[in-house]
């Protein structure tokens, strides 16, 4: 707390101040000092001696404009609400397809594809053991595969986000399904989410990588391929999600992915690209815990940041450009198996931190997650959460509503400058690639976790219905999501060996032979010649074949 | 008690099939490690068969899998492979997010236990320590 006068404008301030010191410390004589999870101490009381409105202009300003603290458009959530994209893949494309349908009916416009881990694995689905294909999403190896997630659906009016790690190849597939029903690319719109390779490493989660050097290329070119080509699609989105899920404290987490932007936007300034076209098309993509407050200072800080960055270090002046747009996902890292409905009210507490910080997109997690890939009901409760808060809570009336508070705009201050100092150590590392290459960063988020963990196993963070508040019985419902049957992923292997016959095998060898050069090369765009394959026909494991042959295998970057 | 018993028990922390999200078996290898164990920690998506070799190059005493993305399912091929190398006593321990119908069948496969979220460090490192003695004991009685 601090001790000096306030030099506050404000008659009987510090006297007041020194009475309830006095009160207070009677009621609680041996406190001990709290922390979130960040690690930066927690105050019982905020006053204006922590923020005042002479600050005003230059710390929160208006939204849309100038420090960008309060919201990166004019109108927020009161203009556009955000998007409610519920993460969705499992089985078959004809089982996305369906499903998607559904989301369609129900209002949705944003959606996104979540292709099976043999897909992130970089596999074609007769490479996998067929009991683990479709259980976790759809398989999609295929233009004919990409044309039946999509059928009777207009691609060009809804705004697609794939989950689709380097090389990018769903995106491919779906440019050749734009060609095959004559829909002019430009109309396009969406993002490749998982483009950020550099995540990947630092959080091993299941995409297979091509190693550092030939990722560095690939991503650039599909940036490059993207604004010229597909000019409303967004090619990159930078992951905190991941980082903060394998143990990064929010504050951490928030700081490597700005570093992880910066890399990145370096390295497309390398290669003469102008910053005022490449860095609307950012995107960004985080966790939101159950640190309330934490992760609202966290979005609100890191907004404020990265338009500095813009601004100072790479003098973009496109206003645009200054946008730190994102989207957020609720914590699964947070959820128990134990009393699983309990879980709803976490989500509930995540989703409004998410949207006090002034996100653009959310997915709420199903309450089951920690118990399977989500059941059809309990995501509809993770999607009837959204519609609560935002039409019957009515969150999104005002803008920014928690800015101002004592406490929220001096923990944004603390966490801003918290992660200055952890973006600064980056910068000393030599950048983010660097960072990740040394296992520097990998090493402070393992001993995050750690540090975490131990509170968890202590008791000083409460887990309820873990470490507290147990109960003997658990007798909360548990029901899972059917898997595919044997039958369908047979049916579905079989589609892909006629696929493979009834193409033109002679033009797949072709492109595939262009793209094997391509790669070799080292001035021609990786990305349109992977694109250029697709389109004569070559499926997602036969293109990602030919780089890893050619680029080598990233090797997991393992701290012992 | 020979010497050869007194030594700290010997653990293969990894994951199979598809996924990689390590931070429950990082933080499982770390509990083990502080407990006294040896642990030999892979890198994720190990092939069922290359585990098999590691578990026999590096004489553990038992297996832990850790799985989050269904790879579980690949469990009971990985105790057949042990089976055909004649490691059939060696425990497989799993750990992560298993749905409640598959625990069942994982544990009528062979599979000693299933650790869901939220174990405690001591339930997993006594029930490791417990499994890892009696596979010794039976490995030392075989011998004979």
Same mark, same amino acid.
């Given at each position: 707390?601090? /001790? ?13 101040? +020194? ?39 230059? =710390? ?20 556009? @609400? ?18 998607? !349908?559904?989301?369609? @009916?129900?209002?949705?416009? =944003? ?36 044309? @039946? ?7 060009? %009016? ?58 560095? /290329? ?36 928030? =700081? ?64 645009? +450009?200054?946008?730190? !747009? ?8 947070? &959820? ?22 002034? &996100? ?28 609560? *808060? ?20 001096? *923990? ?9 100092? *952890? ?57 899972? *999501?059917?898997?595919?049957?044997? %039958? ?11 696929? !493979? !016959? ?59 | ?48 068969? +290359? ?33 055909? @190398? ?16 598959? %625990? ?25 320590? +417990? ?14």
């Amino acid at each position: 707390m601090r /001790r000096q006068p306030s030099q506050l404008p404000l008659p009987g301030f510090d006297q007041a101040r +020194a009475e309830w010191r006095r009160a207070y410390g009677e009621q609680l004589p041996e406190e001990r000092p709290i922390f979130n999870r960040s690690g930066i101490e927690i105050a019982p009381l905020y006053t204006p001696e922590h923020f005042s409105d002479e600050r005003y202009m230059d =710390a929160l300003g208006f939204p849309g404009h100038g420090p960008m603290t309060r919201g990166i458009y004019p109108s927020m959530h009161r203009g556009r @609400a955000w998007s409610q994209r519920q993460l969705i893949g499992l089985g078959v494309p004809e089982d996305y397809n369906r499903r998607l !349908k559904r989301i369609l @009916a129900s209002g949705g416009t =944003a959606v996104s594809l979540i292709p099976c881990n043999s897909v992130y694995r970089g596999l074609d689905a007769d490479q996998v053991d067929p009991l683990l294909l479709g259980t976790c999403g759809a398989v999609v190896n295929t233009v004919d595969d990409m044309d @039946a997630c999509f059928a009777d659906v207009a691609v060009d %009016e809804l705004s697609t986000a794939m989950n689709d790690p380097l090389p990018f190849t769903l995106l491919a597939l779906l440019l050749a399904v734009s060609d095959r029903r004559g829909i002019p690319w430009t109309k396009l719109t969406g993002t490749s989410n998982q483009s950020d390779y550099i995540s990947h490493f630092v959080a091993n989660h299941m995409f297979f990588r091509i190693a550092l050097p030939g990722s560095r /290329r690939i991503l650039i070119d599909h940036i490059e391929f993207t604004n010229r080509h597909v000019p409303g699609w967004n090619p990159v989105s930078v992951v905190g999600q991941h980082m903060q899920q394998a143990g990064a404290t929010p504050a951490e987490a928030m =700081a490597f992915t700005l570093c992880t932007a910066v890399q990145y936007a370096e390295d497309c300034i390398a290669r003469g690209m102008d910053p005022d076209t490449f860095l609307p098309r950012f995107t960004f993509f985080f966790d939101i815990s159950i640190s309330f407050f934490e992760e609202i200072a966290k979005f609100r800080a890191g907004r404020r940041i990265w338009a500095r960055i813009v601004r100072q270090r790479f003098g973009a002046r496109n206003p645009r +450009a200054a946008r730190f !747009k994102f989207h957020a996902q609720t914590s699964g890292v947070d &959820l128990t198996r134990q009393q699983p409905y309990n879980n709803i009210a976490r989500v509930t507490a995540q989703a409004m931190a998410g949207i006090f910080g002034g &996100l653009q997109s959310l997915h709420t997690d199903a309450y089951d997650e920690v118990l399977s890939v989500p059941t059809e009901h309990a995501a509809r409760i993770a999607v009837c959460t959204q519609n609560i *808060l935002r039409e019957e809570a009515q969150l999104g009336d005002v803008i920014d509503p928690l800015g101002g508070s004592y406490y929220l705009e001096h *923990l944004t201050n603390e966490t801003e400058a918290l992660i200055e100092s *952890l973006i600064a150590k980056v910068d000393d590392a030599g950048g983010m690639y660097r960072a990740v290459e040394t296992g520097l960063v990998q090493t402070m988020i393992g001993e995050s976790a750690m540090r975490f963990q131990a509170r968890v196993d202590n008791g000083e963070q409460t887990v309820v219905g873990v470490n507290k508040y147990r109960l003997e019985e658990d007798s909360d419902a548990r029901a899972s *999501l059917k898997r595919p049957s044997p %039958e369908k992923i047979e049916a579905q292997l079989e589609s892909l060996r006629q696929y !493979k !016959k009834g193409r033109d095998s002679a033009a797949v060898q072709r492109a595939l032979e262009t793209l094997t050069r391509v790669a070799d090369s080292e001035n021609e765009n990786v990305y349109a010649a992977l694109v250029e394959a697709t389109i004569a026909g070559a499926t997602h494991g036969e293109v990602v074949a030919v780089l890893r042959r050619e680029m080598g295998d990233g090797e997991p970057l393992i701290v012992p | 008690m020979s010497t050869s018993a007194q030594r700290p028990y010997r653990v293969l922390v990894s994951k199979i099939g598809l996924d990689g999200h390590d931070r429950g078996s990082r933080i499982v290898a770390a509990y083990l490690r502080d407990a006294g164990m040896e642990v030999i920690y892979t890198a994720p998506w190990q092939e069922v068969q +290359a585990l098999v070799r590691m578990a026999s190059d590096e004489d553990v005493d038992l297996i832990g899998i850790s799985s989050l993305a269904t790879d579980h399912l690949l469990l009971p091929k990985l105790l057949e492979a042990l089976r055909a @190398a004649d490691l059939g006593d060696l425990p497989v321990v799993v750990g992560g997010i298993v749905p409640d119908e598959d %625990e069942q069948a994982l544990i009528e496969a062979g599979v000693r236990r299933v650790f869901h979220p939220g174990s405690s460090r001591d339930e997993i490192v006594s029930t490791v320590a +417990a499994l890892a003695a009696e596979a010794r004991i039976q490995r030392k009685t075989e011998s004979f």
